[in-house]
């Protein structure tokens, strides 16, 4: 995403300099047997665009909500991605896409929860209001 905005204002700078343009579509291949998965449509400008608008304005959203209603919201996706059978599937995948063993992308999963869990166990801390003594310093 920086990088095309970047390479768009390396352009006006460097005019005859040559930057790379992604194809069409992405091929996705198990690493581990050279299987075709899928192909992917490959966002061009436009697309990553409308994408970025598209979060600003679901961050915006977000933002507004209390902190318990998303911590809530959380806390169920955490819950949702912490079933036995959603590890065992996301694993699975992770290891078609990356090669590694299935127990090494499990552990990734797992990994992820704990971080979850970390973020919630200390956001309401964090987000407290702090005000700090003015000592008249710069």
Do not use: H
């Amino acid at each position: 995403f920086f990088s095309m905005f970047a390479c768009r204002r390396l352009t006006r700078l460097a005019p005859n300099v040559r930057f790379y343009s992604p194809p069409a579509s992405i091929t996705v291949l198990n690493p581990s047997t050279g299987y075709v998965m899928t192909s992917l449509f490959a966002d061009g400008e436009s697309s990553v665009v409308t994408k970025s608008d598209q979060a600003r304005a679901a961050q915006s959203s977000w933002s507004k909500l209390p902190l318990q209603q998303r911590k809530k919201a959380i806390q169920n996706y955490r819950d949702s991605l912490a079933k036995k059978e959603t590890i065992n599937e996301l694993a699975s995948v992770l290891s078609s896409e990356t090669g590694k063993p299935v127990s090494q992308a499990s552990g990734e999963i797992k990994a992820t929860l704990e971080r979850i869990d970390f973020f919630l166990n200390n956001i309401d801390e964090v987000m407290k209001t702090k005000e700090f003594p003015d000592r008249g310093g710069v």
